[in-house]
């Protein structure tokens, strides 16, 4: 199925062991809260041009619930990686 990834959405459906689909949270520091799209209709940027970040995980639902598709080598397949707050410093 198509499930949007936005709340309040009309989408019926129900993910099934074989099923993959993202997570794709977009942080931003824009003061508007606003975006736009170049036209390339694929870059997304604040109005504001405050910086931003998007980042993605891919899970694959199973039988007995997921596995994160995109887990750092070695890591645990029902894992995601640990928050590390120095990745994020400049």
Same mark, same amino acid.
């Given at each position: 199925?198509?499930?949007?990834?936005?709340?309040?959405?009309?989408?019926?459906?129900?993910?099934?062991?074989?099923?993959?689909?993202?997570? /794709?949270?977009?942080? $931003?520091?824009?003061?508007?809260?606003?975006?736009?799209?170049? #036209?390339? *209709?694929?870059?997304?940027?604040?109005?504001?041009?405050?910086?931003?970040?998007?980042?993605?995980?891919?899970?694959?639902?199973?039988?007995?619930?997921? /596995?994160?598709?995109? $887990?750092?080598?070695?890591?645990?397949?029902?894992?995601?990686? #640990?928050? *590390?707050?120095?990745?994020?410093?400049?």
């Amino acid at each position: 199925p198509d499930v949007p990834h936005y709340r309040k959405n009309k989408a019926v459906g129900v993910m099934k062991a074989g099923h993959i689909f993202t997570i /794709e949270p977009m942080l $931003a520091c824009g003061k508007s809260g606003k975006d736009q799209l170049w #036209p390339d *209709d694929w870059t997304a940027v604040t109005v504001d041009g405050g910086r931003s970040a998007q980042f993605e995980h891919t899970f694959l639902v199973t039988e007995t619930g997921f /596995e994160v598709l995109t $887990a750092r080598p070695g890591a645990p397949l029902r894992s995601m990686p #640990p928050f *590390d707050p120095a990745m994020f410093q400049r």
